[in-house]
Each structure stands twice: as structure tokens, then as C-alpha cells.
């Protein structure tokens, strides 16, 4: 089995979902079973226990997951170290929300490319809620986030930065929020939500502890949907200061004044703390923190 394969059977060891591996990778099922079966055939043992429900590892599997994440970093760290020079080379893969590209982004980069300038950045963006999944799936290198309430062990955070998480309603739509005296009434005020994340934890625990069943219009992806939902008139929501005064649709937006306050985002660098060791990473880190 070559580096390729090996990077495709890591990723569906974390995941245990063909489909979400195949569009991670950019492979079609087909290929991506094919290649698994040619593993497996290779090894000799099945890899994966797959039923119509669920997919989980063998022992086998378990077995080659750890070579594979062995294999895959010592191949990393080699490469470094032929290729290592006064001048860095190569690229990182980054992964940020739309609104971190152009919020936070601009200007760690550009002190990167003063720094290492024959180093290229992928970047991908997309709903920050997939961002740790995401590094931690080896899909990227680098992730700009919200840092979790309990980070996950073997990672490394560094803040940049603070945003209010703020309850947001339509200019043009002030009959959306309903009022029971001088309190919203939340069982009949539609709330917008999304789906996953940092954000949508908070908002749970904030209206679990005032023994609160919100009236949930819609769940979305991403805090740029909630605010194009929210300035729709289709209900309230809740998103990062940072999204919303970067957003052009901020002037159809009025934010609410709600106590108690959610706790707000601390914004910054995540990476995986052994990809310290790779050279570019370290710049890049190094970087990041420099003002």
C-alpha cells in the first residue's frame, strides 16, 4: 500500500463513515471501498465491521490504524528533513470559518509570508463547528477556532483573541420577538440554532438552567446562516460579535439586551501539539503569536 492509501484508511479509521471520508478526500465510494478492499487483501484480515448501520474497526484494523498514524508522521518528519534549509518549503493546510479568513487571518499572514515566503497556506473554510473534527481527522494542519470548553488532550491552543456571543433579532421584523411583561417569551419567540458547536452548547445550557423549552424554528450550519435566517425575520438567534460585525447584512440586525450574558468565544490558533516538530507548523505557530 502506498502513503495515499494509508492517508485514506487513517481518515476512515477516525471517522467509521465511507461517505463523510470519501467527501473529506475527495474520492468517490467506489474508490474508497476499492481501496480499502485492496488493504485488506494486502493484510490479509478485515479492517472494518460494516453492517447497514455502523461501521467500527477490527482488531486488524485497530492494528493498522496505529502503523498507519506512525507511518504517515515519520514519512512527514522525513520529508522535513531532506528538504530542510535556511528557506522552508512546502505548504500547511489550514481550515477557518468565512468570517476568521477575513477577520483574523489577514494578518497572520501576512507576517507568514515575510517569515517563510516559499511556504503556500491551503486554506479551507466552512462551518467552524467542524473545524476540531477536522484536525484531529488529519484532514488539516492548522485550525483557527473557538476554544472549547474542555480542549481535547494532545492539542494546542493559542488565543488571539475575545468575542461576546450576542442575541440577535430582525430590524425589520420586531414583531418576530414575543414578550410575556418586559421578558421574551422564549416557548413562543422562534429561535434559529445551529446544528453543532461551541455556540449551540452554550445556548442549550443557557436555557436548561432557566428550565427554558425554546420554541426551535430551524437548526443551521454556520453563524453566517443563523444571521441570513435571523435578518429573514424567521426568529432570533445567537452568533459571535466578531460574524455579525462582519457581516453585511449587520444593519438589518439589532442585538438584543439578554442576561445573564452567554460566555464569550476565545478565538485563536489550534494545532495538534506533535506537529510542533514539523519545522513550517512551528513558523507558522511562532507567528501567529508574534504582534
Given at each position: 500500500?502506498?502513503?495515499?492509501?494509508?492517508?485514506?484508511?487513517r481518515h476512515l479509521?477516525?471517522?467509521l463513515h465511507?461517505?463523510?471520508?470519501?467527501?473529506?478526500?475527495?474520492?468517490?465510494?467506489?474508490?474508497?471501498t476499492?481501496?480499502?478492499?485492496?488493504?485488506?487483501?494486502?493484510?490479509?484480515?478485515?479492517?472494518?465491521?460494516?453492517?447497514?448501520?455502523?461501521?467500527r474497526?477490527?482488531?486488524?484494523?485497530?492494528?493498522?490504524?496505529?502503523?498507519?498514524?506512525?507511518?504517515?508522521e515519520?514519512w512527514?518528519?522525513?520529508?522535513e528533513?531532506?528538504?530542510?534549509?535556511?528557506?522552508?518549503?512546502?505548504d500547511?493546510?489550514?481550515?477557518?470559518?468565512?468570517t476568521?479568513?477575513?477577520?483574523?487571518?489577514?494578518?497572520?499572514l501576512?507576517?507568514?509570508?515575510k517569515?517563510?515566503?516559499?511556504?503556500?497556506i491551503k486554506?479551507?473554510?466552512?462551518?467552524?463547528?467542524?473545524g476540531l473534527a477536522?484536525?484531529?481527522?488529519?484532514?488539516?494542519?492548522?485550525i483557527?477556532?473557538?476554544?472549547p470548553d474542555?480542549?481535547?488532550?494532545?492539542?494546542e491552543f493559542?488565543?488571539?483573541t475575545?468575542?461576546?456571543l450576542v442575541?440577535?433579532?430582525?430590524l425589520?421584523f420586531?414583531?418576530?420577538?414575543?414578550?410575556?411583561?418586559?421578558?421574551?417569551?422564549?416557548?413562543?419567540?422562534?429561535?434559529?440554532?445551529?446544528?453543532?458547536?461551541?455556540?449551540?452548547?452554550r445556548?442549550?445550557?443557557?436555557?436548561?438552567?432557566?428550565?427554558?423549552l425554546?420554541?426551535?424554528?430551524?437548526?443551521?450550519?454556520?453563524?453566517?446562516?443563523?444571521?441570513?435566517?435571523?435578518?429573514?425575520?424567521?426568529?432570533?438567534g445567537?452568533?459571535?460579535r466578531?460574524?455579525?460585525?462582519k457581516s453585511?447584512?449587520q444593519?438589518?440586525?439589532?442585538?438584543?439586551?439578554?442576561s445573564?450574558?452567554?460566555?464569550?468565544?476565545?478565538?485563536?490558533?489550534?494545532i495538534?501539539?506533535?506537529?510542533?516538530?514539523?519545522?513550517?507548523?512551528?513558523a507558522f505557530?511562532?507567528?501567529?503569536?508574534?504582534?
Amino acid at each position: 500500500m502506498d502513503m495515499e492509501e494509508l492517508k485514506l484508511f487513517r481518515h476512515l479509521a477516525e471517522s467509521l463513515h465511507f461517505g463523510k471520508t470519501s467527501r473529506a478526500c475527495h474520492v468517490t465510494p467506489s474508490a474508497l471501498t476499492r481501496t480499502i478492499q485492496r488493504i485488506e487483501a494486502e493484510v490479509g484480515e478485515l479492517l472494518f465491521d460494516r453492517d447497514n448501520r455502523s461501521v467500527r474497526l477490527t482488531k486488524a484494523g485497530e492494528a493498522l490504524k496505529q502503523y498507519a498514524e506512525e507511518t504517515i508522521e515519520r514519512w512527514k518528519e522525513l520529508k522535513e528533513g531532506i528538504a530542510s534549509s535556511a528557506t522552508l518549503h512546502g505548504d500547511i493546510s489550514l481550515y477557518c470559518s468565512v468570517t476568521a479568513a477575513y477577520g483574523i487571518l489577514p494578518a497572520i499572514l501576512s507576517r507568514f509570508r515575510k517569515t517563510c515566503p516559499e511556504v503556500q497556506i491551503k486554506l479551507q473554510t466552512g462551518d467552524a463547528a467542524q473545524g476540531l473534527a477536522r484536525l484531529r481527522n488529519g484532514e488539516v494542519e492548522v485550525i483557527i477556532d473557538a476554544l472549547p470548553d474542555k480542549p481535547p488532550a494532545g492539542l494546542e491552543f493559542m488565543q488571539l483573541t475575545e468575542t461576546p456571543l450576542v442575541f440577535i433579532a430582525p430590524l425589520d421584523f420586531p414583531e418576530i420577538v414575543v414578550y410575556d411583561g418586559k421578558e421574551i417569551d422564549w416557548r413562543k419567540t422562534p429561535v434559529i440554532v445551529a446544528e453543532q458547536g461551541l455556540g449551540r452548547e452554550r445556548l442549550d445550557r443557557w436555557f436548561a438552567a432557566k428550565k427554558i423549552l425554546p420554541n426551535i424554528y430551524a437548526q443551521v450550519a454556520g453563524n453566517e446562516a443563523i444571521i441570513a435566517m435571523v435578518s429573514l425575520g424567521c426568529g432570533v438567534g445567537v452568533v459571535p460579535r466578531l460574524v455579525l460585525e462582519k457581516s453585511p447584512l449587520q444593519k438589518q440586525i439589532m442585538v438584543l439586551d439578554i442576561s445573564p450574558q452567554l460566555a464569550p468565544f476565545s478565538l485563536g490558533v489550534c494545532i495538534v501539539k506533535k506537529n510542533l516538530r514539523n519545522p513550517k507548523i512551528l513558523a507558522f505557530w511562532e507567528v501567529a503569536g508574534s504582534r
